[in-house]
């Protein structure tokens, strides 16, 4: 299986970007990159998602590396409210057991 | 639009005990999930439903069933509830099928489970 490897957790102060890095140096053609979110006592949320190209949303943007091997979550201004656990998770085509999320990182957002 | 609503969101349970959680959604997705989270760890997917009438073992079914009512519910039930059932659990939606890379899940509130 393809895995993704995220720091445990980050520090950003408030109204600062905050870039949140995922490495996924197994990384099949056909994996799909998905970031979500969960903020405390509450269900994850979908934040974003890309193939090869770089993506933009209302809520952030995905760097994706040219060779695929890493990618970046960028808040653009980080909020109280963005204090949340971000996971990075790999998507494959036909592989429907394997929508497992790992542990993730631990944003902190600080005034 | 209430998304995805699960019942309950608390519960206790004796070992031994049997209960279901409901889910339902109101945004006419074809695909349902399952999750379980336990602390400190990241979800795990327990069973799933690509369309009404079929369902699929994920990753960790042992000690569940479900049943996929119909288009808009999908319940997970505990025949025997075992202390290492304690979890929060979590159910998702989905337009796209479980095998889509593009597929998005739209997760409801949880349901924390206890068991005694």
């Known amino acids: 299986d393809a895995k993704t490897t995220q720091p445990n957790s980050m520090e950003s102060n408030e109204e600062e970007p905050v870039h949140l890095p995922c490495n996924h140096s197994t990384i099949s053609g056909t994996d799909y990159i998905h970031w979500y979110r969960q903020l405390p006592s509450q269900g994850p949320e979908y934040v974003i998602h890309?193939?090869?190209s770089n993506v933009n949303n209302r809520m952030a943007s995905l760097a994706i590396a040219e060779d695929r091997k890493s990618s970046t979550l960028i808040l653009h201004r980080a909020t109280l409210r963005d204090a949340a656990v971000y996971y990075c998770i790999l998507r494959d085509t036909g592989t429907a057991s394997k929508l497992t999320f790992g542990t993730g990182t631990r944003l902190q957002v600080t005034l | 639009n209430a998304g995805v609503t699960q019942t309950p969101k608390f519960q206790v349970l004796k070992t031994g005990q049997s209960m279901t959680l409901q889910c339902a959604q109101d945004m006419n997705h074809n695909s349902m999930y399952w999750y379980r989270q336990d602390p400190g760890m990241g979800l795990r997917l327990i069973y799933y439903?690509?369309?009404?009438?079929?369902?699929d073992k994920g990753e960790v079914p042992n000690g569940y069933n479900v049943s996929r009512l119909n288009k808009r519910e999908f319940s997970l039930r505990l025949e025997s509830a075992a202390p290492s059932q304690t979890s929060v659990y979590f159910c998702?939606?989905?337009?796209?099928?479980?095998?889509?890379?593009?597929?998005?899940?739209?997760f409801g509130a949880g349901s924390r489970l206890t068991v005694l």
């Open positions: 998702a939606s989905s337009r796209d099928p479980p095998g889509s890379g593009a597929n998005v899940l739209t």
């Open positions: 439903s690509a369309s009404e009438g079929t369902t």
């Open positions: 890309g193939l090869t």
